[in-house]
């Protein structure tokens, strides 16, 4: 009987102690996600700055101070450093959790690098 009662109680603790990583999110929080084949040493957004994105991976959410999204995203590999503009035209109510990703991707007519902001 002592078995179960501490077995029940450890159960309990650990279920209580685990904590994602998204449970503690509030206000505007920004992510990037590479869809290219590129490696980006650093991905700076206003004042976040995602470092060492693989290809294919998505970056943990940051928390963005502003209610206004930025409009322009650097992008640096080992050798080439660029910008790309962004196109946004998206509201932010201050109370509430706002979830966004910015994706890099590949444009298929020249080429070229494309930042798409999604709304998760």
Same mark, same amino acid.
């Given at each position: 009987?002592?078995?179960?009662? *501490?077995? %029940?109680?450890?159960? %309990?603790?650990?279920?209580?102690?685990?904590?994602?990583?998204?449970?503690?999110?509030?206000?505007?929080?920004?992510?990037?996600?590479?869809?290219?084949?590129? %490696? @980006? *040493?650093?991905?700076?957004?206003?004042?976040?700055?995602?470092?060492?994105?693989?290809?294919?991976?998505?970056? @943990?959410?940051?928390?963005?101070? *502003?209610?206004?999204?930025?409009?322009?995203?650097?992008?640096?590999?080992?050798?080439?450093?660029?910008?790309?503009?962004?196109?946004?035209?998206?509201?932010?109510?201050?109370?509430?959790?706002?979830?966004? %990703?910015?994706?890099?991707?590949? *444009?298929?007519?020249?080429?070229?690098?494309?930042?798409?902001?999604?709304?998760?």
């Amino acid at each position: 009987m002592k078995l179960i009662i *501490s077995f %029940t109680i450890l159960c %309990t603790v650990i279920l209580f102690s685990c904590t994602d990583r998204d449970d503690n999110l509030e206000g505007v929080q920004i992510r990037v996600q590479n869809t290219t084949e590129t %490696t @980006f *040493s650093e991905v700076v957004i206003d004042s976040l700055l995602f470092q060492d994105l693989q290809p294919e991976e998505i970056a @943990f959410y940051q928390k963005y101070d *502003s209610l206004v999204l930025p409009r322009s995203v650097a992008l640096k590999t080992d050798s080439l450093d660029f910008s790309i503009a962004v196109d946004t035209m998206l509201e932010l109510d201050s109370v509430k959790l706002h979830l966004f %990703t910015y994706r890099i991707k590949r *444009s298929l007519e020249d080429e070229t690098l494309e930042i798409e902001i999604l709304k998760d």
